[in-house]
């Protein structure tokens, strides 16, 4: 396997490299990985205290799943692999509140966290727009989640291209929404595939 990097724009979190010696199948898995497999913290439940806002609860709370936060993957756990055994805990979610009365405009930054380090990474990322008296008040909770469950969890966008079909080259391209760094994004997708070698190969030893 021959790996090149071919470039890197850390301003547009965008990394292009390229794998040659691999088959379809290979590059393909390591696609899925990347794309959907790779956690990243969003907005997963918010509870209102007021809205009189043009949104409904519902769809306000999906924009506020959409918005992508940064994400610290050494703090903090999968609910599903947490010791918390899934019940919610300072080592899985973050708690996140926003509070804000018209008129003007609501932006992502207007979304306070309890933990500075997991915040909204585009600032200007509008919310909603209130009128004179209207106002939101809401407590949210960010958890980590993979693009396989919903795309809100999606860390950036992820292909490949093949120079020559009949070759075994693999130009991938990664654009990172600014929750993981592109490089972030591919260390721990390799992290997760040898994982799941890993685990295949004991299921196969363990078989009678």
């Known amino acids: 396997m021959e790996i090149k990097i071919v470039e890197y724009q850390e301003k547009k979190n965008r990394l292009i ?3 040659k010696g691999v088959d379809t199948a290979y590059a393909n898995t390591l696609r899925r990985i990347m794309g959907f497999e790779v956690p990243v913290m969003s907005i997963d439940d918010v509870e209102f205290r007021k809205n009189t806002s043009i949104l409904y609860d519902e769809m306000f709370a999906h924009r506020l799943g959409l918005v992508p936060l940064s994400t610290d993957l050494k703090s903090y756990n999968m609910m599903s692999e947490c010791k918390c055994k899934g019940a919610g805990c300072a080592s899985c979610t973050v708690k996140l509140t926003l509070k804000a009365q ?13 933990d500075p380090e997991i915040k909204p990474m ?19 909770t960010a958890i980590l989640g993979q693009g396989r469950d919903h795309s809100k969890f999606c860390p950036g966008l992820v292909f490949y291209k093949m120079p020559n079909v009949d070759g075994d080259e693999y130009i991938f391209t990664v654009e990172s929404w600014g929750q993981l760094t592109p490089k972030e ?24």
């Open 17 to 19: 490299f390229s794998v």
């Open 102 to 114: 018209g008129p003007g405009t609501v932006y992502a930054s207007d979304i306070k966290s309890k």
């Open 122 to 140: 585009h600032g200007k990322m509008p919310l909603v727009k209130l009128l004179e008296g209207q106002e939101v008040e809401l407590e949210a």
């Open 185 to 208: 994004i591919v260390i721990k997708a390799i992290d997760i595939y040898n994982k799941e070698l890993e685990e295949f190969a004991e299921l196969v030893k363990n078989l009678e």
